[in-house]
């Protein structure tokens, strides 16, 4: 008689949790929360982990929640889901959509949505850590499960960390996280190092003097340098950098003056710059300085410009050992064609602080969302641009097979530790 693998005992009990998991998928898409604000959603995650065993920990980092599930002597495995939405005003049309609107940090009426996919982070980690809590026999080790608040505000991973995490509760041997992303659904993709990009976004408040409109002689005026600013700031990726290095800088505001015919005393300008090396982050940000502060003085600004940065996200870099085994165990256990080697996302996240910090290898991944025929008909048209990206207000996994497929990748990875 054939013996049975470990994660064949796992995964044996996957469909028969797979309709709670979908409900929870659905419950928590449609009753989307802010970052910092994921109360219901944390209260429904420490709910599930307490009822298969876990030892919960909730308000870790405000709204975060940590679950131990400790099972003899062996490794220690974290497991990270994101919970948080965005102002998004949902127009996918599903049956389960949002219509959640909340007040937002600045005391605004804003829509909410899950356009990022967390809700699918948050049901893959409950699915995942329900099936290894009810297969106890099939490994040995400690299970430990983050749901951590506020990734899109770059605060939430920090905000644990601040709050004790890495004294209050065990150092893992791997930290392991997942992104569902554009990409046909039931795909995995993945790499060894860069993986995610580090992230800046910087506000910068240029000052001048206001005059009238009919009169600019009596004015040094912060539209002109704050044009000025944007146009020049563009040269940094085109002629400050090799072709062979990446970034990107998006002037994402310019906000200036309240009427036509007034020239105002001040513009502010915010920006987010994309890298994918330490080395090119350094140049960028000293070549933004240095032009803001040169177009400043070439206008004979008053005062020079404040520079402030308003969120920070790391380079995430996956850890080669642990990724090769990682890559390993998922061709192992998925089809060959469906587990790709991928390059470093634009996107940025900040679960490579986890691993950093705690000083331990971590390995993050994507999972594809999008109905595979869907995907192969925008592919042969050469328009795989037009299916809509996380953060649009069309941004739509399909359930079947994201859902499962990402269950089963953090059960596969969990076990790569677990059952050695």
């Known amino acids: 008689m054939q013996s049975t693998s470990p994660l064949q005992k796992v995964l044996a009990r996957l469909q028969g949790v797979l309709p709670d998991v979908e409900a929870l998928y659905t419950d928590v898409h449609a009753h989307p929360e802010l970052s910092m604000q994921e109360s219901r959603t944390a ?6 982990l307490r009822t298969a065993g876990f030892d919960v920990t909730p308000g870790v980092g405000k709204t975060g929640v940590v679950g131990l599930l400790r099972n003899g002597d062996g490794p220690t495995v974290m497991l990270r889901a994101d919970m948080d939405a965005l102002p998004v005003q949902e127009m996918t049309g599903l049956p389960y959509a949002s219509k959640v609107t909340t007040t937002d940090p600045d005391g605004k009426t804003v829509p909410v949505m899950h356009a990022c996919g967390h809700d699918m982070h948050v049901a893959w980690l409950v699915g995942a850590t329900t099936l290894l809590a009810q297969s106890r026999d099939a490994w040995n080790g400690t299970l430990m499960a983050v749901f951590q608040p506020a990734e899109e505000t770059a605060e939430g991973a920090q905000a644990m960390i601040d709050d004790g995490l890495f004294d209050r509760f065990p150092k893992p041997d791997v ?3 997942q992104h569902v992303m554009v990409g046909p659904a039931g795909n995995i993709g993945g790499r060894a190092g860069p993986i995610t990009s ?6 910068i408040h240029l000052f001048g003097r206001g005059a009238h409109g009919s009169m600019p002689q009596a004015s040094i005026d912060p539209v002109v340098i704050a044009a000025a600013t944007v146009m020049r700031l563009q040269t940094i990726v085109s002629r400050e950098l090799a072709a062979t290095e990446a970034a990107v800088i998006t002037i994402g505001s310019l906000q200036a003056g309240t009427k036509e015919n007034v020239i105002p005393d001040d513009a502010v300008i915010k920006l987010n710059v994309r890298t994918f090396d ?6 960028v940000l000293a070549a933004i300085e240095r032009i803001v502060n040169a177009e400043a003085a070439a206008s004979g600004a008053p005062r020079p410009p404040e520079i402030t940065t308003l969120d920070h996200y790391p380079l995430g870099v996956n850890d080669a050992d642990a990724s090769a085994r990682l890559a390993g165990v998922f061709r192992g256990h998925f089809s060959a064609d469906r587990v790709q080697s991928v390059g470093a996302a634009s996107a940025s ?3 490579g602080s986890f691993g950093t910090e705690w000083g ?3 390995v993050f991944w994507f ?8 995907y192969a008909k925008a592919e042969a048209a050469g328009e795989i641009n037009k299916i809509p990206t996380n953060h649009s207000p069309y941004f739509a996994p399909v359930i079947h097979p994201t859902l499962e497929t990402g269950v089963e990748t953090m059960v596969v990875g969990a076990l790569a530790w677990l059952s050695a």
């Open 43 to 48: 209260s429904m995650a420490a709910d599930r």
């Open 175 to 177: 930290v392991l996280g």
């Open 198 to 203: 580090a992230a800046d976004s910087l506000q």
């Open 278 to 283: 330490a080395g090119v982050r350094k140049r």
């Open 349 to 351: 996240e900040d679960f």
């Open 360 to 362: 331990v290898p971590s």
């Open 367 to 374: 999972v594809g969302g999008t109905d595979p025929d869907i």
